[in-house]
């Protein structure tokens, strides 16, 4: 039992790759442990193509890994060493049913480590060593042990394989040359297969570079993943808080509503009663003198009766009219009828107005390639205005709002938290997402931009000045050439001047695109980004004269 235990302890202690107890023993970053000089050696062999390999779990390193020396295994090796069991341990040198036996050996036969396609044989570590230091077997090439070594020779001349055939693609011996494949376009198998390792080197690149494409596109559409549903959620939320204060503001105004109705019910029942009260004393003094005429008809005193009928007989008029127009349940049918028209507009807006058509369509597969014609562009064509409470008081507007034009005089515009007051610049008063497409006819020298809407409007600094911000881009034009500008960084534009620029906008793509337009379209400059905010076309004049355009295609 203990001769067994101490098997189990050796068979621990020993080489996955020379089966010997560990001679040195390190280990790599996977956690398994191998003779220093056997590892090293494993890894020559990988270095050429690359990518490390541990022989026994294969997981892979890049790059090369680093050898740790394991301490406590090499104490064990020697613990095992002093007690005599390394002859168990040697018993892994043999040849098993499954592993390349070494050609040489006599007897019980050792497993070879090294295969000669020269010799077409296989040796154990003693009796590779002639092929290390005799000169003879120099050009000798020595591979992995293998055990498919016959499938080199020549089936039918019993020689080895080193011509390839590319006319028949096969592997063939130089016999086969004189015979069969005679006339046949050959070359030695070594260089075919330089020449096929450069095709392999070149698909894997190809395979490693889609690889990488691949999974830049997996990261960017798990990003679009999170974009939508932080979208939906904030769009969610967002149009729960406008239909409650929908909603709420419709409660207010019911109450108000009533309120009105109870309050101008209980001015009209007031009106009414008070006329009824009137009337109702009326009628009393009618009802006295009634009474007093009817006890003067009954008087028989003919001298009684002339007195006192002067006095009785003449009747006052009535204070109110004797008809009075009651129009019943009609006093509040038209604040009902208002209520109900409302309702009625209400429904038709709900019922008209296709929320489904402001949702922009999600394209996540594959990227909107950029329009190659001027037509094409067209298609994505924003009629755009500026806004005058933006514009400097010294631009003048004119054209609707679609061109700003530099002044001598101030104008006197209204006082606006949005208008540029030092920088003679505007913005245009649309937002600008999705894909979209504008031109600029401009005069003298200006800045045709793009920015953020929270761009600062005040001071003298920088930090309002269209393309000097990282919330702002701006194409400088001139008669000279072109200028970009962004972030206070300056580049030059080479391109032929053109009095109009094209703007082409890809936002969810990070795309700001600057073109000349002429009778074709030359792309001026590009910017690729990733844009936070929707952007706002902007205008910078420099010079008193100076014009820009926001141009509407006919």
């Not at 294969?58 to 406590?72: A, D």
């Not at 028949?168 to 046949?184: N, P, R, S, V």
């Not at 939906?232 to 149009?239: H, Q, R």
């Not at 006095?311 to 038209?334: K, V, W």
Request: glycine content about 4%; hydrophobic content about 30%.
């Amino acid at each position: 039992m203990a001769q067994q235990g101490n098997n189990v302890e050796s068979e621990k202690c020993s080489c996955s790759i020379c089966l010997d107890l560990l001679k040195d023993p390190v280990t790599i970053p996977c956690g398994h442990s191998y003779c220093m000089d056997c590892i090293k050696n494993h890894c020559d062999v990988e270095d050429q193509r690359r990518i490390h390999s541990c022989p026994q779990c294969r997981k892979e390193f890049i790059p090369r890994p680093g050898l740790v020396k394991n301490t406590m295994l090499a104490e064990l090796v020697e613990d095992l060493k002093r007690t005599g069991f390394q002859a168990a341990a040697a018993d892994h040198c043999y040849a098993g049913p499954e592993d390349v036996a070494c050609d040489v050996c006599t007897g019980r036969k050792k497993k070879a480590v090294k295969s000669c396609l020269v010799c077409m044989a296989s040796y154990c570590e003693n009796h590779l060593q002639p092929h290390h230091y005799a000169p003879t077997f120099d050009k000798h090439k020595i591979i992995v042990a293998s055990a498919n070594l016959q499938q080199n020779i020549c089936c039918r001349h019993n020689e080895v394989m080193k011509i390839f055939c590319r006319t028949d693609q096969q592997c063939i011996c130089y016999l086969c040359l004189m015979d069969e494949h005679k006339g046949h376009e050959t070359v030695p198998a070594a260089a075919e297969r330089t020449e096929k390792q450069k095709e392999l080197q070149e698909r894997r690149q190809q395979i490693q570079q889609r690889i990488q494409d691949q999974e830049k596109d997996v990261k960017l559409l798990q990003q679009e993943v999170e974009a939508i549903d932080g979208s939906a959620d904030k769009a969610v939320e967002d149009n729960e808080k406008i239909f409650t204060d929908l909603i709420r503001l419709i409660q207010k105004r019911s109450s108000a509503v009533k309120q009105q109705i109870r309050s101008q019910q209980e001015t009209e029942v007031s009106r009414v009663k008070e006329l009824q009260e009137k009337l109702e004393q009326e009628i009393t003094e009618l009802k006295r003198k009634d009474a007093e005429l009817e006890k003067l008809l009954n008087t028989e005193d003919h001298t009684q009766f002339l007195q006192n009928y002067p006095s009785l007989s003449a009747l006052s008029e009535s204070t109110h009219s004797s008809s009075i127009n009651i129009r019943p349940l009609r006093y509040f049918e038209d604040v009902t009828a208002a209520v109900s028209e409302l309702r009625e507009k209400i429904q038709d807006i709900l019922r008209d107005t296709n929320f489904s058509l402001a949702i922009t369509e999600v394209d996540v597969l594959l990227p909107q390639p950029e329009p190659k014609s001027r037509a094409g562009f067209l298609k994505y064509f924003r009629e755009i205005t500026l806004d005058p409470n933006t514009a400097n008081s010294y631009m003048a507007l004119s054209e609707g709002n679609r061109k700003a034009t530099l002044t001598k005089q101030q104008l006197f515009y209204d006082s606006h938290p949005d208008r540029f007051t030092t920088r003679f610049q505007v913005l245009n008063r649309e937002s600008l997402t999705g894909r979209c497409y504008w031109e600029v006819e401009w005069r003298g020298e200006v800045f045709v931009a793009a920015s953020y809407k929270d761009i600062s409007r005040t001071g003298a600094s920088v930090n309002c000045v269209l393309g000097h911000t990282e919330k702002s881009w701006g194409l400088f034009c001139s008669k000279r050439g072109y200028k970009f500008y962004h972030n206070k960084v300056q580049t030059p534009v080479p391109g032929r001047v053109s009095s109009r620029i094209g703007v082409y906008l890809d936002h969810r793509a990070g795309i700001l695109s600057f073109y000349s337009v002429s009778e074709t379209m030359t792309l001026l400059y590009r910017v690729q980004t990733t844009f936070t905010q929707p952007l706002y076309a902007g205008i910078r004049l420099l010079d008193e004269g100076n014009s820009a355009e926001l141009s509407k295609v006919k």
